[in-house]
């Protein structure tokens, strides 16, 4: 059963830019556990992702499926 369902696309392009940010943010603190490929990697993907969202070509969904029905009328979930 669908319990609930969101587009999360309008907004997915600020998020992917938030975690860019951060991940900057704290590269320092992180250079010496990845290397540098890991950085490139990492680092470019949230703003190539943001750069695909921003037009709509990327959808991204949201979606709560329980086995019985809502969530709170089921304990045992």
């Known amino acids: 059963m669908i319990e609930d369902w969101h587009n999360l696309g ?15 943010n704290a590269w320092p603190q ?3 556990k990845y290397d540098t ?8 993907l949230p703003a190539l992702c943001a ?14 499926m329980t086995k019985y029905g809502t969530v709170h009328r089921n304990p045992a979930f």
């Open 37 to 44: 490929r890991f950085q490139t990697h990492v680092g470019v």
């Open 30 to 32: 992180l250079q010496g």
């Open 51 to 64: 750069g695909a969202s921003a037009p709509g070509t990327i959808q991204v969904w949201q979606i709560v």
């Open 10 to 24: 309008p907004h997915y392009d600020k998020t992917l830019m938030a975690w860019n940010d951060k991940f900057h």
